[in-house]
């Protein structure tokens, strides 16, 4: 897995985390959602394919399909 994409998902981890414990946009959330859109921007192709494989795995895992 290349640096970015384990990048962007640690960083929509991140966001997807406080998105579940806060009750509105905090200064951190829009931060790293802007960070975030900007790292996705600059994904290329292969990295994209990466990061919707790695969603996709993590999708089949969560619903007991393998």
């Keep these: 897995m290349s640096t970015?994409?384990?990048q962007f998902i640690n960083l929509q981890t991140q966001v997807n985390n406080l998105i579940?414990?806060?009750d509105?946009?905090?200064?951190?959330?829009i931060q790293l959602t802007g960070e975030l859109?900007?790292?996705g921007d600059s994904l290329n192709?292969?990295?994209?394919?990466e990061v919707?494989?790695?969603y996709n795995?993590?999708?089949e895992?969560?619903?007991?399909i393998e």
């Design 45 to 49: 192709n292969d990295e994209i394919h």
């Design 24 to 29: 509105g946009p905090t200064d951190q959330l």
């Design 57 to 59: 795995s993590r999708q």
């Design 20 to 22: 579940d414990s806060t």
């Design 37 to 39: 859109e900007l790292l």
């Design 4 to 6: 970015k994409v384990q």
């Design 61 to 64: 895992i969560e619903w007991g």
């Design 52 to 54: 919707c494989e790695w």
